[in-house]
C-alpha cells in the first residue's frame, strides 16, 4: 500500500493489523516518473489530488441522504485549501529498480485523477508480473487535465489488457436544482476491471505460475471464461513449481486451480445451437421484412373481433366478476405448475457439478451460486416460467 503522506502510515497499519495478510506500507507519491508535483490538499481529504478542480464542474453535486443530510457540491468540496510539494516516484523504480516490495500479479488505484500517471510508471510491471488492474475511472474531468476511462482503456490494450467489468458510482447531477424537480444525474466515474489476456503470457511464461494466478484471479470476479482459457493455453501446468520462495506445502489458491482446471476438463462441451443453427441466412433477413398488407388486414380484424367481445362480456357485470378470477386464477396456477416442475428437475435430476461442489469445499459460496444459476438458466430450453426470476429463486 501507498500513501503519500508519512502521517497515515501508522494508521494503515493499524486498520491493517488484524488481517491475515503480510502489509508493507510504502511513503511514495507515485506517478509516471521521478520528480516533483504540486499536490492539492482539498476541503475534503478524500478528494485530494496531483490534478486541481476543474471549475466548469463546480456546480456538479449529489445529495448525501443520511441522518446529517447535505448536498455534496464539486465546488464546496473539492476546492483546494492548501498546495504541497511531493517527490515523485514510479512504480517501476520501487519495484524494478530498488527491489523494495514483489513485483505486484494484482494492482488496485484509486488516486483521484492521476491512475493513468501511476500505469505509465508500472509500463515494465505491466508487460511482466501484473495480470489485473482494477482502477477508479471517470468518465468527466472533474478534475482539470486528468485522463478519462477511454485513455486508460486505450492504454491498457497496448499491454493486452482486456475491460471485463465496470461498476458506476455515485451518478452527479449539474447543478442544484429546485426542490421537487431533482432528476436521474449523470455517470461521472466507476470502478473498471481489466484482465491480461491468457495468450499474452504463454511465450513468456516458463513454468506456468502466471497462468494459474490469472486462472485463479478470473475465478474469484466470475470470468471463468477466462479462467478456462487459462487452463487451455500453451505453457499452463497442473501444480506448478514455484521459483521463488518455495516451500514443501503448495499455496492454496495453486491447489485450488489444479483441481479446478481437472474439472472443468471433464465438463461436457455446450450443447446450445448457434444463431446459424436456427435461422438460414434467409430466414435471417426475413426478419427485417415489413408485413404485408394483407396480413396486416387479418391480424387487425382478428384485433377488432377480440376488442368487440371483451367489449360486449364488460356490458355484462356478473360476467366479469365470474370469468376475471378464473382467468386469473388459472395463469397462476399454470405459471407455478411450470415453474416448479423446472425447479424440479433440474434441482434433483441434475444435481451439482463437481465444479459447483469444489467451490464450496474453499467457501466460494458466490461463485457456486453463479455457476449453478447459470448451468440451470443454459439448460431451460422449453418454454417456461421467466429465468430471471428462476435464477433469483434458486
Given at each position: 500500500?501507498?500513501?503519500a503522506?508519512?502521517?497515515?502510515?501508522?494508521?494503515?497499519?493499524?486498520?491493517?493489523?488484524?488481517?491475515p495478510?503480510?502489509?508493507?506500507?510504502?511513503p511514495?507519491?507515485?506517478?509516471?516518473?521521478?520528480?516533483?508535483?504540486k499536490?492539492?490538499?482539498n476541503?475534503?481529504?478524500?478528494?485530494?489530488s496531483?490534478y486541481?478542480?476543474?471549475?466548469?464542474?463546480?456546480?456538479?453535486?449529489?445529495?448525501?441522504?443520511?441522518?446529517?443530510?447535505?448536498?455534496?457540491?464539486?465546488?464546496?468540496?473539492?476546492?483546494?485549501?492548501?498546495?504541497?510539494?511531493?517527490?515523485?516516484?514510479?512504480?517501476?523504480?520501487?519495484?524494478?529498480?530498488?527491489?523494495?516490495?514483489?513485483?505486484?500479479?494484482?494492482?488496485?488505484?484509486?488516486?483521484?485523477?492521476s491512475?493513468?500517471?501511476?500505469?505509465?510508471?508500472?509500463?515494465?510491471?505491466?508487460?511482466?508480473?501484473?495480470?489485473?488492474?482494477?482502477?477508479?475511472?471517470?468518465?468527466?474531468?472533474?478534475?482539470?487535465?486528468?485522463?478519462?476511462?477511454?485513455?486508460?482503456?486505450?492504454?491498457?490494450?497496448?499491454?493486452?489488457f482486456?475491460?471485463?467489468?465496470?461498476?458506476?458510482?455515485?451518478?452527479?447531477?449539474?447543478?442544484?436544482?429546485?426542490?421537487?424537480?431533482?432528476?436521474?444525474?449523470?455517470?461521472?466515474?466507476?470502478?473498471?476491471?481489466?484482465?491480461?489476456r491468457?495468450?499474452?503470457?504463454?511465450?513468456?511464461?516458463?513454468?506456468?505460475?502466471?497462468?494459474?494466478?490469472?486462472?485463479?484471479?478470473?475465478?474469484?470476479?466470475?470470468?471463468?471464461?477466462?479462467?478456462?482459457?487459462?487452463?487451455?493455453?500453451?505453457?499452463?501446468?497442473?501444480?506448478?513449481?514455484?521459483?521463488?520462495?518455495?516451500?514443501?506445502?503448495?499455496?492454496q489458491?495453486?491447489?485450488?486451480?489444479?483441481?479446478?482446471?481437472?474439472?472443468?476438463?471433464?465438463?461436457?462441451?455446450?450443447?446450445?445451437?448457434?444463431?446459424?443453427?436456427?435461422?438460414?441466412?434467409?430466414?435471417?433477413?426475413?426478419?427485417?421484412?415489413?408485413?404485408s398488407?394483407?396480413?396486416?388486414?387479418?391480424?387487425?380484424?382478428?384485433?377488432?373481433?377480440?376488442?368487440?367481445?371483451?367489449?360486449?362480456?364488460?356490458?355484462?357485470?356478473?360476467?366479469?366478476?365470474?370469468?376475471?378470477?378464473?382467468?386469473t386464477?388459472?395463469?397462476?396456477?399454470?405459471?407455478?405448475?411450470?415453474?416448479?416442475?423446472?425447479?424440479?428437475?433440474?434441482?434433483?435430476?441434475?444435481?451439482?457439478?463437481?465444479?459447483?461442489?469444489?467451490?464450496?469445499?474453499?467457501?466460494l459460496?458466490?461463485?457456486?451460486?453463479?455457476?449453478?444459476?447459470?448451468?440451470?438458466?443454459?439448460?431451460?430450453?422449453?418454454?417456461g416460467p421467466?429465468?430471471s426470476s428462476?435464477?433469483?429463486?434458486?
Open positions: 500500500m501507498y500513501d503522506d508519512e502521517n497515515c502510515l501508522p494508521q494503515i497499519m493499524d486498520r491493517w493489523k488484524n488481517q495478510s503480510e502489509t508493507v506500507v510504502l511514495y507519491c507515485l506517478s509516471a516518473q521521478d520528480g516533483v508535483c499536490f492539492h490538499l476541503y475534503d481529504p478524500y478528494t485530494s496531483i486541481p478542480l476543474n471549475p466548469s464542474y463546480a456546480q456538479f453535486y449529489f445529495p448525501f441522504l443520511s441522518v446529517d443530510g447535505f448536498d455534496y457540491t464539486i465546488g464546496d468540496t473539492v476546492r483546494t485549501m492548501e498546495e504541497v510539494q511531493l517527490p515523485t516516484t514510479t512504480l517501476d523504480s520501487v519495484v524494478l529498480d530498488r527491489g523494495e516490495v514483489p513485483g505486484p500479479d494484482f494492482l488496485s488505484i484509486d488516486t483521484q485523477g491512475e493513468l500517471d501511476i500505469l505509465n510508471g508500472a509500463s515494465h510491471l505491466l508487460d511482466t508480473t501484473i495480470l489485473a488492474v482494477q482502477s477508479e475511472v471517470e468518465l468527466h474531468p472533474l478534475y482539470e487535465g486528468q485522463p478519462l476511462f477511454g485513455d486508460i482503456c486505450q492504454f491498457l490494450t497496448q499491454y493486452n482486456d475491460l471485463v467489468d465496470l461498476q458506476l458510482n455515485q451518478k452527479w447531477n449539474p447543478m442544484r436544482g429546485k426542490h421537487g424537480f431533482r432528476g436521474e444525474g449523470y455517470v461521472a466515474d466507476g470502478e473498471a476491471l481489466f484482465l491480461k491468457p495468450e499474452a503470457l504463454e511465450s513468456n511464461n516458463a513454468n506456468g505460475v502466471q497462468l494459474n494466478k490469472l486462472a485463479f484471479i478470473a475465478t474469484i470476479f466470475g470470468q471463468y471464461e477466462c479462467a478456462q482459457q487459462c487452463f487451455e493455453s500453451n505453457g499452463f501446468e497442473v501444480s506448478p513449481a514455484l521459483q521463488n520462495g518455495a516451500t514443501d506445502q503448495q499455496p489458491y495453486l491447489e485450488f486451480i489444479s483441481r479446478l482446471a481437472s474439472a472443468v476438463a471433464l465438463l461436457p462441451q455446450r450443447s446450445t445451437p448457434l444463431f446459424s443453427d436456427v435461422y438460414s441466412y434467409a430466414q435471417s433477413q426475413s426478419r427485417f421484412q415489413t408485413v398488407p394483407q396480413t396486416q388486414t387479418q391480424t387487425q380484424t382478428q384485433t377488432q373481433t377480440q376488442t368487440r367481445f371483451r367489449k360486449y362480456v364488460k356490458t355484462i357485470r356478473p360476467l366479469v366478476f365470474v370469468l376475471r378470477p378464473i382467468r386464477g388459472f395463469r397462476r396456477f399454470r405459471a407455478i405448475s411450470r415453474f416448479a416442475m423446472h425447479f424440479a428437475y433440474w434441482r434433483f435430476i441434475h444435481s451439482g457439478s463437481t465444479v459447483e461442489s469444489l467451490f464450496l469445499e474453499f467457501g459460496k458466490k461463485q457456486f451460486r453463479q455457476t449453478r444459476r447459470n448451468r440451470i438458466l443454459d439448460s431451460l430450453t422449453r418454454p421467466d429465468r428462476l435464477g433469483k429463486f434458486l
